[in-house]
């Protein structure tokens, strides 16, 4: 079973993000892999673990995500490529494309990405990729069994969960839920520097193009506002409340 | 910082933070309450990453790493508990000797079952009667045909409760004074070897120290570590390796401390300003960042200087009596910036600070490293 897992990096969970000039500041600030990416990743490894074969990660993103390829190599993963984009001017679209070119010449009975990405939340590049190499895809799936050549996925939907069953090689999206990641072993990190970890740019791709989303502005949510507190009577309270409700938050 | 490390060395240190973070530190309160090491919690869990015993090398079963690296794993582990830290150190501090000394069967028989089963370890050199005088130590081993007739009774010794495998020092001549002590491997369930006494600890209570009595303990002459007489230099080899591994343990107390008493600052308010406005809450603040950066270079210096195969016995007795020193006060300050909650066991730094305390007396007294220190630059 060859497997080939999309990752991301992004900002660490609980990093504080700051924004200057409409964009996020990234320095200082501790990147990690993309959580959902990382219970795809864990997947992998345990299908690897179960049935053999190999795992390979793809990114796409400028030198500091070689980190984020590291750590997974250091989790386990067998090889890594780099779609090197540093400078370029990106959206999801081309990044889909590049990662589906990238990994378009290689033979690989599944995909598995996380359903999206932590940091722009677009959730776009897993179905693009699948959308782009003709495979089918089963997207949110906290639950999943490989056999007899086809994938049975279970996924979230609206008041409870569906299985669908879906012929390899195919595309799967991971939830939360799907799997707990391990840590990384120490003699992984010590093996994961003698590990493959390849590189190709854009160009060499043939992946070109002005991206079609332009990202105007990045904002900060507005700050929580402080609570109110009655400390009248409870009946005074209880009426005040009630007004609060209805007039302030309109809520009632 | 961070410049100066490779990419291994911070992965590994990462590697070391999120177990401390999650496997660790969450439970470590209640753990010191309990007054007893988790075997059961924790040995499976720190096996898979490989963190149960970091000193074991790969040709035994764990993993080649260097001495910064150790250090910086330390670092992590002892500011997720240093009682944890301690107890998991305890395998390395009674793996050093077998790697120093011992041979290969030796080694794969005693250190491969640490990483691979989560087996223990314990070095037992102390004596009621011998602490810091190392070489005055009255238990006796005698050699009857193929085995030595242990007899004597070890005390303060880390996992004595919890060990496997035994590194204990004995005098094969007592007439040589530290010339004629040696150093043998005794297991757990060998006849005569018992525990006694469980210490009630000031701090690091989740880790275990005991007693341990030998009494007519018969152990085969190829359990003996290095020749006869080679006792007391293999146990001053053992104490070089392991001093910059608790002096990065102290940088991990005092960071645990320092961050604690940093975010309470801000956010405490007297006079109606958080108390970091105040100039002589930011002169504590600012006299700790600058001691523990301090005491992670000098023992990271240590370490560079070991893993560059310079001598390093100078700086290894330096940063231990330094960064120990500064896990006190620092810790001491954490509790006075947090006032009386400091003091409360409602928050985790009057724990750090009892655990900092065993640091500047445990692996030689932080008086013997001065000692140490001032023979070195006296020479
Ligand atoms: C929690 C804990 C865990 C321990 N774990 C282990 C272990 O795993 N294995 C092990 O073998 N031991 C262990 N020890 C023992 C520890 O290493 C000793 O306690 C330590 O070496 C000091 O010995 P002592 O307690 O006998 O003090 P003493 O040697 O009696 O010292 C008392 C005081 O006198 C000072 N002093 C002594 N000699 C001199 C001198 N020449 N010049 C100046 N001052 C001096 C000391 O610095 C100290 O302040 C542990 C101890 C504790 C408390």
Redesign the interface.
């Known amino acids: 079973m060859n497997i080939v897992v999309l990752i991301k990096q992004t900002f660490d969970t609980e990093a504080k993000i700051a924004i200057k000039e409409g964009k996020i500041v990234a320095d200082g600030v501790t990147q990690i892999i993309n959580p959902y990416d990382e219970f795809a990743l864990e997947e992998a490894l345990r299908i690897k673990e179960k049935s053999g074969g190999d795992v390979l990660v793809v990114s796409a993103g400028g030198e500091k995500v070689k980190?984020a390829l590291?750590?997974a190599l250091?989790m386990g993963a067998d090889r890594a490529l780099l779609v090197e984009t540093e400078g370029a001017a990106v959206d999801e679209g081309i990044v889909a494309s590049a990662l589906a070119k990238a990994i378009s010449g290689l033979s690989y009975n599944l995909v598995l990405s996380g359903w999206k990405a932590i940091d722009d939340n677009s959730a776009q590049v897993g179905g693009r990729v699948a959308e782009t190499l003709g495979l089918p895809q089963v997207n949110v799936v906290t639950q999943l069994t490989i056999e007899d050549g086809k994938a049975l996925a279970v996924r979230e939907v609206e008041g409870g969960t569906e299985t669908v069953e879906v012929p390899l090689p195919a595309l799967i999206t991971a939830q939360r839920g799907l799997n707990e990641p391990?840590?990384?072993?120490?003699?992984g990190?010590?093996q994961?520097?003698k590990k493959e970890l390849k590189v190709v740019t854009l160009s060499e791709l043939g992946v070109s193009g002005a991206p079609q989303v332009a990202v105007k502005n990045v904002v900060l949510p507005p700050a929580k506002q402080a609570g109110k507190l009655f400390r009248d009577d409870v009946a005074t309270s209880v009426a005040q409340l009630v007004q609060a409700l209805r007039n302030e938050a309109k809520v009632i | 910082m961070n410049l100066l490390l490779t990419e291994e060395q911070l992965a590994l240190r990462d590697l070391a933070h999120d177990f401390a973070a999650h496997e660790i530190r969450p439970y470590a309160p209640d753990w010191d309450e309990k007054e007893s090491f988790p075997r059961s919690e924790l040995a499976q869990k720190a096996v898979e990453v490989g963190l149960w015993n970091i000193a074991v090398p790969e040709a035994h079963g764990g993993t080649d790493i260097d001495a910064v690296s150790t250090c910086l794993i330390n670092e992590e582990l002892a500011w997720g508990c240093a009682g944890i830290a301690t107890s998991i150190g305890g395998n390395s501090l009674g793996s050093y000797p077998l790697l120093i000394a011992g041979t290969d069967e030796q080694k794969e028989r005693f250190l491969r079952p640490q990483v691979e089963a989560g087996a223990m370890a314990a070095f037992a050199l102390t004596e009621p009667n011998a602490g810091s005088d190392v070489a005055s130590l009255a238990t006796t081993a005698h050699r009857e045909g193929d085995e030595y007739v242990l007899q004597g009774r070890k005390c303060f010794i880390t996992n004595g409760d919890l060990a496997d495998v035994y590194v204990v020092f004995a005098a094969t001549d007592r007439s040589q004074g530290a010339k004629g002590l040696s150093t043998f491997v005794v297991e757990r369930g060998t006849a005569g070897l018992s525990t006694g006494k469980k210490e009630k600890k000031m701090g690091i209570r989740a880790s275990n120290t005991t007693e341990v009595i030998l009494e007519e303990v018969r152990v085969p002459a190829a359990n003996r570590l290095g020749a006869e007489g080679d006792g007391f230099k293999l146990a001053m080899k053992t104490l070089d390796i392991s001093r910059p591994s608790v002096a990065a343990m102290a940088v991990g107390v005092a960071r645990a401390a320092y961050e604690t008493a940093l975010h309470y600052a801000k956010e405490r308010v007297q006079f109606g300003k958080p108390i970091a406005s105040f100039q002589a809450i930011q002169t504590i603040l600012a006299d700790m960042a600058m001691a523990i950066e301090t005491a992670r270079l000098l023992t990271l210096k240590a370490a560079m200087l070991k893993d560059q195969g310079l001598p390093y016995t100078l700086e290894s007795a330096m940063c231990k009596a330094y960064a120990t020193d500064v896990a006190m006060k620092v810790t001491t300050d954490a509790v006075q910036v947090l006032g009386g909650y400091g003091y409360s066991r409602e928050y985790p730094v009057e724990k750090w600070m009892r655990d900092a305390k065993i640091l500047q007396i445990y692996e030689g007294t932080n008086q013997i490293q001065r000692l140490v220190i001032a023979n070195q630059i006296l020479r």
Do not use: H, L, Q, W
Request: avoid cysteine; charged fraction near 35%.
């Open positions: 980190e590291r750590s250091a391990r840590y990384p072993n120490m003699r990190i010590m994961a520097k």
